[in-house]
């Protein structure tokens, strides 16, 4: 199992802004591409953002591009996931995944390795 550690989640009004973090050890997230999920109560789970490896490429939901962005921060080793102007349809967990592959995917079915997930809660 790949181990994905997720942080930066909380509670945040309406219009403001959180940056979430994907970190792993072991293994250098810059290699392959990486996806940032969400799933909300009640919902499938849907992709939100991806880069694929070595910063070649993003891929962003239409619900969220132009509001967030995704980077990688290779000091660290981590994927950050900037998100700003947030809604309160954007209020569910957030999980990074990975298939260990160079092209990412928003399909989550396509991504095999993930991690346990931060919640984010967008609320006046």
């Known amino acids: 199992q790949v181990p994905f550690v997720e942080s930066g989640g909380g509670l945040v009004q309406p219009g403001r802004s959180l940056t979430l973090s994907c970190a792993a050890s072991g293994f250098f997230l810059d290699l392959y591409a990486i996806g940032w999920f969400r799933q909300a109560p009640g919902k499938e789970r849907e992709g939100v953002a991806c880069i694929d490896s070595s910063n070649s490429g993003t891929d962003y939901s239409d619900t969220v591009k132009g509001r967030f962005t995704i980077s990688r921060d290779l000091a660290k080793n981590t994927v950050i996931l900037q998100m700003n102007s947030l809604k309160p349809e954007d209020t569910a967990v957030y999980y990074c995944?990975?298939?260990?592959?160079?092209?990412?995917?928003?399909?989550?079915?396509?991504?095999?390795?993930w991690g346990q997930g931060t919640q984010v809660t967008v609320s006046s």
């Open positions: 995944a990975t298939d260990l592959l160079n092209r990412c995917s928003l399909i989550p079915e396509e991504n095999a390795y």
